[in-house]
């Protein structure tokens, strides 16, 4: 049981890093906030961290009931969530923006524009964006009726946004630091593991539904 609790620990930590990307999530985060004091930048980035873990959290509480809801199995969720994930780490291998993990042009506009980007764009769509909102339901539903392994998901959950906040202070130091290249580096790598846990899932889905069993009968 400890080794399954490390295993899904470790695959939530992965995809939720590659997900939410906290070095492209840091890297925006410093050019939209280039003339506003350190003080100022500090505030916006614990809130907008606070303001994204509570709205991935309700849905790592609540994604049972939507899915309930709206009558989508585990296996649909499955084979859905990993096309998803293997979209998102595809655009990360090859370092290409995704409209899961990044902001659009207009909404990066309307960022410069802004006194406080706490909410918006910095918890939604930067940290709690598409590709983080399906990852928690994905791997919550996928530990579904174990609270054991559930808690290890919410666990990394909480990691990664720890993670992510430690970057947004040290937004500037980390960027020059690491420059363009090593971002790069780390976020490849983290898009080759996340496309390889996305290809798992859509495997385990189609075996889930029943349709090979169909079609070999």
Do not use: C, W
């Not at 649909?76 to 291998?93: E, F, W």
């Amino acid at each position: 049981m400890n080794e399954l609790v490390i295993e899904t620990a470790g695959v939530a930590f992965a995809t939720f890093f590659a997900t939410i990307g906290p070095l492209d999530v840091a890297a925006m985060y410093a050019a939209l906030t280039s003339a506003v004091s350190r003080k100022r930048r500090r505030q916006m980035a614990v809130r907008g961290t606070l303001i994204a873990g509570s709205i991935l959290l309700l849905f790592a509480l609540v994604g049972d009931f939507l899915l309930a809801g709206l009558g989508i199995s585990l296996a649909a969720l499955r084979t859905g969530g990993g096309i998803l994930l293997l979209l998102i780490g595809i655009d990360l291998v090859f370092a290409r923006s995704s409209g899961s993990t990044s902001t659009t042009d207009e909404e990066e506009k309307e960022a410069q524009s802004k006194q406080d980007i706490s909410v918006f764009p910095l918890a939604t769509p930067l940290i709690a964006g598409p590709g983080a909102l399906g990852a928690v339901i994905l791997l919550m539903a996928n530990a579904e009726g174990e609270p054991v392994l559930q808690a290890a998901v919410i666990a990394s959950l909480i990691a990664i946004l720890l993670v992510t906040l430690a970057m947004l202070i040290l937004a500037s130091e980390i960027q020059q630091f690491l420059g363009v290249t090593g971002m790069h580096v780390v976020t490849r790598i983290f898009g080759v593991l996340l496309s390889a846990l996305a290809v798992q899932f859509i495997f385990d889905g189609i075996a889930a539904s029943g349709l090979l069993a169909g079609v070999a009968t």
